[in-house]
């Protein structure tokens, strides 16, 4: 897996947005990205040194339209520390 396909995009939520000013940005990934590989993928994208990672698997919530059923799809969410004084210009913006 390329170090580009490893972040799918970030998650940008009110509390994702509060972690920010403690220095954890959290994204999406894919169900087989390791910790490893997401640590690799931040450090060489945005030029930053990662003190920690946590993943957490979401499961797809079970959605109805009328009488039909259907089921969201599961994923990956990563929080990534980053080293104290480092910051990602990406989501300064937001």
Do not use: H
């Not at 450090?43 to 499961?59: C, D, H, Q």
């Not at 919530?61 to 994923?75: A, E, H, L, P």
Request: glycine share 6%; no cysteine.
């Amino acid at each position: 897996m390329e170090l580009r396909d490893v972040l799918i995009r970030p998650v940008i939520t009110e509390k994702s947005t509060m972690l920010m000013s403690e220095g954890k940005y959290t994204f999406r990934v894919p169900l087989t990205a390791t910790k490893v590989q997401v640590r690799q993928a931040v450090e060489k994208i945005f030029n930053v040194k990662v003190e920690k990672v946590a993943t957490i698997r979401v499961l797809g919530k079970v959605k109805r339209m009328g009488r039909y059923q259907g089921k969201r799809s599961d994923y990956k969410k990563a929080i990534v520390t980053l080293k104290a004084g480092e910051s990602i210009e990406f989501f300064e913006g937001v």
